[in-house]
C-alpha cells in the first residue's frame, strides 16, 4: 500500500508539526510505503492532493484541520480515492463526526486498521466542503478568528470572535430555496452543514448525518443583541433549535441569495459572494478508519407541509 500523509505544519498553531515524530514512530509500525510531505501555502494541499492521484497513492492521510482537508477534498474532487484524517487544526469538527480520536497517534492506528467508510461529499458553487458553509453572523465570526484570533484554540477562538461581531455585525434579507420550498427573510444566520458541529464543538445542526445524503441547515432570523447572547449558551448542547426565530431544515438542493455580497466560511476559509449554489453528491467520498453508522441516502418525503409551515413562520 502507498499512502501520502499530507501535513499542514502551521495547523492548529503548530501542533501538527510538534506531533510529526509521534505521527511517522506510528506509522512505522505499518507494512507501507509512506511519503510523508508539509505544505508551503495555500491551496498547496490541493495540489498534493492531485499529485496523490496522480503518482497512484492508495490512501491520503490529512494531517491538519477542516480547512485542510477541504484543500485536500479539492484535489480529489469526485475520485475515490481513500482518505485518513488527522484532526490537527483549530476546530477539528468534520474529525469528530467521523469519530477519529484527538491523540494522533491513536487516530493513525484507527485508520490503518479501519474499515473505508462513505461519506457525503458537498459543493457550494464550484468548490467543494465536507463540514459546513456559514452565510451572516457565522461568516463575519470566521473573518475575525483568521484576522485576529487563531492563535487561541476551538471554541475559545470562536467565543472571542463571536463577542466582536457582535457588536458589529447587521442582518440582511436573504431569499432561501430548499428543494423548491422559497422563504425570505431578515436574516441573522445560515448554516448548512454536513456534520453535526462546527466552531470547535457547537451543536449547530445537532441531527446531521455526514453519510445520509442531505443538508442540515440551521436558519436564524435577525435577533438582537439580548436575544444573540441568551442563544449562545443553548448552541453548545443544540438547544437553540427550540428556539422560536430558528428553524432547522434539510434539503439536498440550496440556493441562497441576497442583493449585498456577504461574507461566508467554508470549512473555516472566508469568502465573498451574494448567490450560493449547493449540492450534495450522496456518499462520494471514502474515509478509512471513520466510525459511522453505514446508512442509506434518504429520500426526502412526499409530504412537504410541515416544512411548508417553517418557511411561513421564517418569512
Same mark, same amino acid.
Request: net charge positive.
Given at each position: 500500500?502507498? #499512502?501520502? &500523509?499530507?501535513?499542514?505544519?502551521?495547523?492548529?498553531?503548530?501542533?501538527?508539526?510538534?506531533?510529526?515524530?509521534?505521527?511517522?514512530?506510528?506509522? @512505522? *509500525?505499518?507494512?507501507?510505503?509512506?511519503?510523508?510531505? *508539509?505544505?508551503?501555502? +495555500?491551496?498547496?494541499?490541493?495540489?498534493?492532493?492531485?499529485?496523490?492521484?496522480? %503518482?497512484?497513492?492508495?490512501?491520503?492521510? #490529512?494531517?491538519?484541520?477542516?480547512?485542510?482537508?477541504?484543500? &485536500?477534498?479539492?484535489?480529489? $474532487?469526485?475520485?475515490? &480515492?481513500?482518505?485518513?484524517?488527522?484532526?490537527?487544526?483549530?476546530?477539528?469538527?468534520?474529525?469528530? %463526526?467521523?469519530?477519529?480520536?484527538?491523540?494522533?497517534?491513536?487516530?493513525?492506528?484507527?485508520?490503518?486498521?479501519?474499515?473505508?467508510?462513505?461519506?457525503?461529499?458537498?459543493?457550494?458553487?464550484?468548490?467543494?466542503?465536507?463540514?459546513?458553509?456559514?452565510? $451572516?453572523?457565522?461568516?463575519? #465570526?470566521?473573518?475575525?478568528?483568521?484576522?485576529?484570533?487563531?492563535?487561541?484554540?476551538?471554541?475559545?477562538?470562536?467565543?472571542?470572535?463571536?463577542?466582536?461581531?457582535?457588536?458589529?455585525?447587521?442582518?440582511?434579507?436573504?431569499?432561501?430555496?430548499?428543494?423548491?420550498?422559497?422563504? *425570505?427573510?431578515?436574516?441573522?444566520?445560515?448554516?448548512?452543514?454536513?456534520?453535526?458541529?462546527?466552531?470547535?464543538?457547537?451543536?449547530?445542526?445537532?441531527?446531521?448525518?455526514?453519510?445520509?445524503?442531505?443538508?442540515?441547515?440551521?436558519?436564524?432570523?435577525?435577533?438582537?443583541?439580548?436575544?444573540? @447572547?441568551?442563544?449562545?449558551?443553548?448552541?453548545?448542547?443544540?438547544?437553540?433549535?427550540?428556539?422560536?426565530?430558528?428553524?432547522?431544515?434539510?434539503? !439536498?438542493?440550496?440556493?441562497?441569495?441576497?442583493?449585498?455580497?456577504?461574507?461566508?466560511?467554508?470549512?473555516?476559509? &472566508?469568502?465573498?459572494?451574494?448567490?450560493?449554489?449547493?449540492?450534495?453528491?450522496?456518499?462520494?467520498?471514502?474515509?478509512?478508519?471513520?466510525? #459511522?453508522?453505514?446508512?442509506? +441516502?434518504?429520500?426526502?418525503?412526499?409530504?412537504?407541509?410541515? !416544512?411548508?409551515?417553517? %418557511?411561513?413562520?421564517?418569512?
Amino acid at each position: 500500500m502507498k #499512502v501520502k &500523509v499530507i501535513m499542514n505544519p502551521i495547523a492548529g498553531r503548530g501542533r501538527a508539526l510538534k506531533k510529526k515524530p509521534q505521527i511517522l514512530k506510528a506509522l @512505522l *509500525e505499518y507494512d507501507a510505503e509512506f511519503h510523508l510531505e *508539509e505544505t508551503k501555502g +495555500p491551496n498547496h494541499a490541493t495540489e498534493l492532493a492531485r499529485q496523490a492521484v496522480e %503518482a497512484g497513492f492508495d490512501l491520503i492521510i #490529512v494531517a491538519g484541520g477542516d480547512g485542510t482537508l477541504n484543500q &485536500v477534498v479539492n484535489g480529489l $474532487g469526485e475520485k475515490q &480515492v481513500p482518505i485518513g484524517v488527522l484532526g490537527l487544526g483549530t476546530g477539528n469538527d468534520f474529525a469528530a %463526526a467521523l469519530r477519529m480520536p484527538p491523540d494522533p497517534m491513536a487516530a493513525v492506528h484507527q485508520i490503518m486498521r479501519g474499515e473505508i467508510q462513505k461519506i457525503d461529499l458537498c459543493r457550494v458553487n464550484q468548490r467543494y466542503f465536507v463540514s459546513s458553509v456559514g452565510v $451572516g453572523f457565522d461568516g463575519e #465570526v470566521a473573518f475575525h478568528v483568521n484576522q485576529g484570533f487563531r492563535r487561541l484554540r476551538g471554541k475559545a477562538a470562536y467565543l472571542c470572535s463571536v463577542f466582536k461581531t457582535l457588536f458589529s455585525y447587521q442582518s440582511r434579507r436573504v431569499k432561501l430555496n430548499v428543494d423548491g420550498l422559497v422563504m *425570505e427573510f431578515n436574516s441573522l444566520l445560515v448554516a448548512v452543514t454536513n456534520s453535526p458541529t462546527y466552531g470547535g464543538g457547537f451543536k449547530i445542526n445537532p441531527e446531521a448525518l455526514v453519510n445520509d445524503g442531505l443538508f442540515d441547515i440551521c436558519a436564524a432570523q435577525h435577533m438582537s443583541i439580548p436575544e444573540i @447572547l441568551c442563544c449562545l449558551p443553548l448552541l453548545m448542547p443544540g438547544w437553540h433549535r427550540n428556539l422560536k426565530k430558528v428553524r432547522m431544515l434539510k434539503g !439536498r438542493q440550496i440556493i441562497l441569495e441576497s442583493d449585498q455580497p456577504f461574507h461566508y466560511q467554508l470549512d473555516g476559509e &472566508v469568502l465573498t459572494d451574494k448567490t450560493l449554489r449547493f449540492t450534495i453528491f450522496p456518499q462520494a467520498l471514502l474515509f478509512k478508519g471513520a466510525k #459511522v453508522e453505514p446508512t442509506s +441516502p434518504v429520500a426526502l418525503a412526499e409530504d412537504v407541509s410541515p !416544512r411548508v409551515k417553517e %418557511a411561513e413562520a421564517l418569512a
